[in-house]
């Protein structure tokens, strides 16, 4: 069955870093293009990343940009998401979400993980 | 890019239909046909809905419809029914992606 397994999430103290895993299992892993998607808590949903399906295409949002580093391994069908210089205010679950190639780049996310939490607290 | 702007909350009652708004501006929703709707049920992931305005994935109930006019994006449910009751959120393209706030859809 196509599902999406991220894991790494934890509490870490403001300036330390994570990092995230999606394990993709159930579809052709390299067909897809990734992101990471965050929701803090009682808040709505946040786009973080995105990576194309061979990993040479990459772009974040601003509140990440230079803190945060996406990458994929296809042979492992993978997703990772370094979290480095983290703050209060990246506390939130993390989502790693997929998009058919067949689809625009940044058509819509299809499939979704259970979320891991991330917490930046002292 | 600021956030799509959706209703905090829409109310409805079994088998009634109801229409969630997603405005945004000219740079995101009303440039691209790339706009999603999702649904989240508490302590759940997001589940698309909607794709490319008006799509439905396989396997999305046909009393699930999307729209747009202009800068503002709908999602109509039809036929309401208790298992509707989530949150609901869109998205757009935007030079990158941008979200709404989300609209809590509560069945009467």
């Known amino acids: 069955q196509v599902q999406l397994v991220e894991s790494g999430g934890g509490l870490v103290k403001p300036g330390g870093s994570l990092r995230l895993s999606c394990a993709a299992s159930?579809?052709?892993?390299?067909?897809?293009?990734m992101s990471w998607i965050r929701q803090a808590p009682g808040k709505g949903l946040e786009w973080v990343s995105y990576?194309?399906?061979?990993?040479?295409?990459?772009y974040y949002a601003d509140s990440v940009k230079g803190r945060f580093t996406i990458s994929r391994d296809n042979a492992k069908n993978s997703l990772y998401l370094q979290m480095n210089s983290l703050r209060a205010e990246d506390t939130a679950v993390y989502y790693c979400?997929?998009?058919?190639?067949?689809?625009?780049?940044?058509?819509?996310?299809?499939?979704w993980g259970q979320g891991t939490m991330v917490t930046v607290s002292s | 890019q600021s956030a799509l702007t959706q209703p905090a909350s829409v109310s409805g009652s079994p088998g009634q239909s109801i229409t969630i708004s997603c405005t945004g501006t000219?740079?995101?929703?009303?440039?691209?046909?790339?706009v999603s709707w999702y649904q989240q049920h508490p302590g759940k992931a997001p589940k698309l809905m909607i794709y490319?305005?008006?799509k439905r994935p396989s396997g999305v109930s046909n009393r699930f419809s999307g729209s747009k006019s202009g800068n503002t994006a709908s999602l109509t449910i039809s036929g309401l029914q208790a298992e509707d009751e989530a949150d609901y959120y869109c998205?757009?393209?935007?030079?990158?992606?941008?979200f709404g706030g989300g609209t809590k859809l509560t069945v009467l």
């Open positions: 979400a997929n998009t058919p190639t067949l689809w625009a780049a940044f058509d819509a996310f299809d499939i």
């Open positions: 159930g579809f052709t892993f390299s067909d897809y293009y």
């Open positions: 990576i194309s399906s061979s990993g040479s295409t990459i």
């Open positions: 000219s740079s995101d929703v009303g440039s691209y046909n790339l």
């Open positions: 490319e305005v008006s």
């Open positions: 998205c757009s393209y935007a030079g990158s992606v941008v």
